[in-house]
């Protein structure tokens, strides 16, 4: 992947990679202590009310399930686990760094990763992959980072961003075209920096391209298509999703009416 051409070009375009806050690099330390565990995570995130509070807000939604309100962050994070806390500390952690875009793009571009996450959560769980579950979860909240860095450097395409899932897509697109960037190599590159998993950073870099994914490790190009089959459920049938379809199906076995099955339970 550092050899990627695409990638290098979006560096050298100029994009200003957003650097990881205090909070956030407090938490990634601690999760990376096999020993550490919720309360010392907690105990990581105490001084960060925004993290605390999206932490509290995810382990209480309803794809979770929990079977008892979590009350603390300790009990959030007991509830979701190390990759989801980092998953939503990370996306926190950046949307603070949206200092300057409309408010609204922000919430679209965030919200539309927080449904993917969610979805694409739920179709690894019925699959044969249960195990990619929260890897899932985590590269699907962070596969649209890259957009708010390449808005950052052309804020006069933010209109474009402004919408649902179907629409986030088309605009993300057509920013890509207008600013001569790429979000899914600038994606790539925030969550490299972020020192995030290797198949996290790859299935990001290759979220919008099936062939690219074919290329990938076993591990990488699951998560590509598991982000894809997220956003199927996310937006229906758009033309995102029609290269990715056969790939999707012949993985997990998951034909269109599995989709709108877990669409449907999903709303």
């Known amino acids: 992947m550092d050899k990627d051409l695409l990638v290098d070009a979006v560096l050298a375009s100029g994009v200003v990679l957003p650097a990881p806050g205090p909070g956030f690099l407090r938490l990634r330390a601690v999760a990376a202590d096999d020993d550490a565990g919720p309360r010392e995570m907690a105990q990581a995130v105490s001084q960060d009310p925004a993290i605390t509070g999206a932490l509290l807000r995810v382990a209480n939604s309803p794809v979770f399930r929990p079977r008892s309100a979590p009350r603390s962050a300790q009990d959030a994070i007991a509830m979701l686990g190390r990759t989801r806390t980092l998953a939503t500390a990370a996306s926190v952690a950046l949307k603070a760094q949206s200092d300057g875009l409309d408010p609204r793009v922000v919430d679209a571009i965030w919200s539309g990763c927080a449904r993917a996450a969610e979805y694409s959560f739920a179709v690894a ?50 920013l890509d075209a207008l600013s001569g960037t790429d979000h899914a190599a600038a994606g790539y590159l925030v969550a490299r920096n972020w020192k995030l998993p290797v198949e996290v950073c790859e299935a990001i870099r290759a979220h919008h391209d099936p062939k690219l994914s074919r290329r990938l490790g076993d591990e990488a190009r699951r998560l590509a298509r598991l982000l894809a089959a997220g956003r199927r459920v996310r937006d229906g049938v758009s033309p995102d999703w029609v290269d990715w379809a056969d790939d999707v199906a012949g993985e997990f076995g998951l034909g269109e009416a599995d989709l709108d099955e877990l669409a449907a339970d999903a709303r």
């Open 125 to 174: 769980r019925a699959t044969r992959f249960k195990s990619l579950a929260d890897t899932a979860y985590l590269a699907a909240l962070m596969q649209d980072a890259g957009i708010a860095v390449v808005l950052r450097r052309s804020p006069q395409h933010a209109a474009l961003l402004i919408g649902d899932g179907p629409t986030l897509e088309a605009g993300a697109r057509a």
